[in-house]
């Protein structure tokens, strides 16, 4: 006989059944008791529109073994505001997996935030995340709902990388930039997340209410960045042109945007954020670790050992940049992404085999001043470099389920260390936690790889 459905589950995914939902319902079993007897997650529920499809994502994702039959099916749709409440009402912590986010995700976050429970998603969209940070920050602070996107690849191993990388910069030097080259690597043909390329189509034809909904906002703190802004440099970067002897191309990333609210958030609360009920030590060691985070100017680049590969990303941009404002343009693109992609994004999303043999590298160059005291003085310039590196597994499939899941174990474990409520970011909650050493430790590589001074000529 199955057990009973509890009052209220620790987690709760929803859009359970999706590309990524089933891979993070597989990645939520390693860690649900009496498998992982020492796991915080001891109920798991998963949400959706379709039961049937819930079940089979289930039956996928248990095999070889058959599904436990302590995890339960919730039915609930984003365009039903009602079974989102009944939804959320259940759940300590919500991972909002439906996208793309800017037409499923704000109803799961505005349930999440009326009912007190968490919410963590895994969106990639600055517009999204912005406004849910503008319409839900006030009524998830007062009803202790804690609100964090951009909880998977995007934009977590940024994130923490970032926050690694400043915290090698010892006084009395710093950081002036900072620049993440992303490779991904594989074995076979790489495919991406399908939702990824529709949220980016989405995101060219919003860009303009995301450009008047910051125009709408106070003006966000500036940290102080010691010297001159580096220069912009040109879209392309030859090999020849940074330290790891690669193609670069700039990308237009959520990283960066997420990387830059972190710092606003921190240079508004130079100590962090205070937790609801945080021990002495906790206290402390939040305090230590902002401390030693510096801020810097950051960027993303599309880092690989080819330009033949770059000009596949480069070609994807233009044909969405050139499409996506206008409606049978955007029906053209989400109809044959794998034409307009030239191959990197198909409906079908890719095989077993393709994510098994996926990878990622994340080095971090850091240009910056040995002694930050000399950083304005007239003709200064960088004369300390420091390299560092996140690597890891496939990014849509697995290094994202890693990363929410592990997100969510924090969460459960140690909710009284973090802010009460409110919308954030993944670094702004998660910098202080063990969330790195977790990381580490299921898949995932910080390592510093470069740390040099030279002659400012």
Request: charged fraction near 20%; aromatic fraction near 8%; charge should be positive.
């Amino acid at each position: 006989m199955a057990p009973p459905e509890p009052e209220v589950f620790d987690v709760v995914i929803f859009g359970a059944s999706g590309f990524t939902g089933k891979y993070v319902i597989r990645e939520a079993l390693k860690f649900l008791a009496p498998s992982a007897s020492s796991s915080p997650l001891r109920s798991l529920a998963l949400a959706g529109r379709s039961r049937d499809r819930i079940a089979a994502a289930l039956r996928w994702a248990a095999a070889p073994a058959p599904p436990p039959e302590y995890v339960h099916i919730l039915v609930a749709d984003s365009s039903d505001p009602a079974s989102l409440m009944a939804l959320a009402a259940r759940a300590r912590v919500v991972l909002s997996c439906a996208g793309p986010f800017r037409l499923h995700g704000h109803p799961v976050a505005a349930a999440c935030a009326a009912a007190g429970a968490d919410c963590l998603d895994i969106s990639g969209e600055p517009e999204f995340m912005e406004r849910v940070e503008a319409d839900l920050h006030e009524v998830a602070a007062r009803n202790g709902s804690l609100i964090v996107s951009a909880c998977g690849f995007d934009s977590v191993p940024a994130e923490l990388g970032f926050l690694f990388h400043t915290r090698q910069w010892e006084a009395p030097s710093a950081p002036l930039s900072v620049e993440a080259y992303v490779n991904l690597v594989s074995g076979k043909r790489i495919v991406g997340n399908i939702g990824t390329y529709e949220s980016a189509v989405l995101g060219v034809a919003n860009a303009g209410q995301l450009q008047a909904l910051r125009r709408s906002r106070p003006r966000r703190p500036r940290p102080n960045i010691p010297g001159h802004p580096p220069p912009k440099g040109s879209l392309i970067e030859r090999g020849s042109g940074n330290a790891l002897g690669m193609w670069a191309m700039k990308l237009p990333s959520a990283d960066t945007v997420v990387v830059k609210r972190t710092l606003s958030i921190v240079t508004e609360h130079p100590e962090g954020l205070p937790g609801a009920e945080e021990s002495p030590d906790y206290t402390e060691h939040r305090k230590t670790f902002w401390s030693s985070v510096k801020p810097a100017h950051f960027g993303v680049k599309i880092a690989a050992s080819s330009l033949m590969i770059l000009v596949r990303f480069l070609f994807t941009g233009l044909f969405i940049g050139l499409l996506g404002n206008f409606s049978f343009g955007r029906s053209l693109l989400v109809k044959y992404p794998e034409f307009f992609s030239l191959g990197l994004f198909r409906k079908t999303g890719p095989t077993e085999e393709e994510v098994k043999s996926a990878s990622f590298k994340m080095w971090f160059v850091g240009r910056g001043f040995s002694d930050a005291a000399h950083a304005s003085e007239r003709g200064s310039k960088p004369d300390k470099e420091v390299i560092t590196r996140v690597s890891g597994p496939e990014i849509g499939y697995v290094t994202t389920p890693i990363v929410l899941v592990q997100c969510a174990l924090v969460l459960l474990s140690q909710r009284g260390n973090l802010p009460k409520g409110g919308v954030y970011t993944p670094g702004a909650v998660f910098g202080p936690t063990d969330l790195q050493r977790r990381l580490q430790e299921n898949g995932l590589s910080f390592d510093v790889l470069v740390t040099r001074t030279f002659r400012s000529d």
